[in-house]
Nanobody, 126 residues
Framework: EVELEESGGGLVQAGGSLRLACSTS????????LYWSRQTPGKEREGVAA???????TYAGSVKGRFAISKNNKKQILYLAMHSLKPEDTAMYYC????????????????????WGQGTQVSVSS
């Protein structure tokens, strides 16, 4: 069974940092494109940062230079380090899986998505 479980969210002041983690199981972690997305009530889910199987990364323009995506193939964990957080970063953050060897889009997501977790809430106060 494919599982993705996000953790690390919380409440932080503007300018602060958080690191999200996505623990996974049930699939070949190192061959899939993976990405973080986020969603606020009433808005569509948007890509934040993506990483291909080979390690190519892409970021949404709004987070470029502040967020960093990384992965540990051995532990099968995807990370998102978030710095210089802003109130507009407040959202539910999701870990999503694309197809094996998928490419990435310039909007910080994989070309496809076929599994995701329950999300972790990030709230940034001003």
């Amino acid at each position: 069974e494919v599982e993705l479980e996000e953790s690390g969210g919380g409440l932080v002041q503007a300018g602060g940092s958080l690191r999200l983690a996505c623990s996974t199981s049930g699939f070949d972690f190192d061959v899939h494109c993976l990405y973080w997305s986020r969603q606020t009530p009433g808005k569509e889910r948007e890509g934040v940062a993506a990483v291909t199987a080979s390690g190519t990364t892409t970021y949404a323009g709004s987070v470029k230079g502040r967020f960093a995506i990384s992965k540990n193939n051995k532990k099968q964990i995807l990370y998102l380090a978030m710095h210089s957080l802003k109130p507009e970063d407040t959202a539910m953050y999701y870990c999503e899986r694309g197809r094996p060897f998928d490419g990435v889009l310039p909007t910080g997501k994989c070309a496809t998505s076929n599994a995701w977790g329950q999300g972790t809430q990030v709230s940034v106060s001003s």
